[in-house]
């Protein structure tokens, strides 16, 4: 099977830049999507195809994926930035297909 | 605006059934791919299976397969997943997303989620 491998966790001051990666065999071959998710609540789509944002995400959330990390960038964190980010993968031939990684909690110092 | 509406918190003991449901407003729900996502206490993220109600087409992770059941109401917009067997380790919250299955297969819409505590 697929795996993704988060950092267990990341720590960034309030209006600094925060990255989160997410590493995989050549992940960049694939479209990488995140999840922020706050304690408590479902997850919220924050990216996907790598790089786009729903409507209603800030522009302080952007994503790139080259080689074997795909990366999270949070800019001018917030406090209310602090949550669970996850990543996800379609590897259509694994099992199973979709492939999350293990998270990633962002704390704001 | 599609909303995925789950049903309540479960207390179920092992070796019983669970059967968990998710209405569905906004957007044609026969269209969708709803998939269930499900999350252990303090773990992360696991899929469990999807289903497409137009083609009446589920897939499910090997890991769950000949325990869960995924089906779908299209007259009331509700899916359905049923996990047998349970057992301890399932305890944890479950989750239906609606999947976006073009070619880039993402979760655009959650529901808020359905505890279900497998305990003796």
């Known amino acids: 099977s697929y795996v993704l491998t988060q950092p267990p966790s990341v720590s ?56 074997d990390t795909a990366t999270l960038t949070l800019s001018r964190v917030e406090a209310g930035d602090e949550a669970d980010y996850y990543c996800q993968v379609w590897h259509n031939s694994g099992d199973p297909p979709v492939v999350f990684g293990g998270g990633t909690k962002l704390t704001v110092l | 605006q599609v909303q995925l509406v ?55 992770a090997q890991k769950f397969q000949g325990r869960v059941t995924i089906t779908a109401d299209t007259s009331t917009s509700t899916a359905y997943m049923e996990l047998s067997s349970l057992r301890s380790e399932d305890t944890a919250v479950y989750y239906c997303a609606r999947m976006v299955s073009t070619h880039l297969y993402y979760f655009d819409y959650w529901g808020q989620g359905t505890l279900v505590t497998v305990s003796s």
Not at chain 1, 42 to 66: C, K, W
Not at chain 2, 10 to 31: H, I, L, R, Y
């Open chain 2, 6 to 60: 789950q049903s309540g918190a479960e207390v179920k003991k092992p070796g019983s059934s669970v059967k968990v449901s998710c209405k569905a407003s906004g957007g044609t729900f026969s269209s969708y791919t709803i998939s269930w996502v499900r999350q252990a206490p303090g773990q992360g993220l696991e899929w469990m299976g999807r289903l497409l109600p137009i083609l009446n087409m589920t897939n499910y």
């Open chain 1, 12 to 67: 960034v001051a309030p209006g600094q830049t925060a990255w989160i990666t997410c590493g995989g065999d050549n992940i960049g071959g694939k479209s990488v999507h995140w999840y922020q998710q706050r304690p408590g609540q479902a997850p919220l789509l924050v990216v996907y195809d790598n790089s786009a944002r729903p409507s209603g995400i800030p522009e302080r959330f952007s994503g790139s994926n080259s080689g």
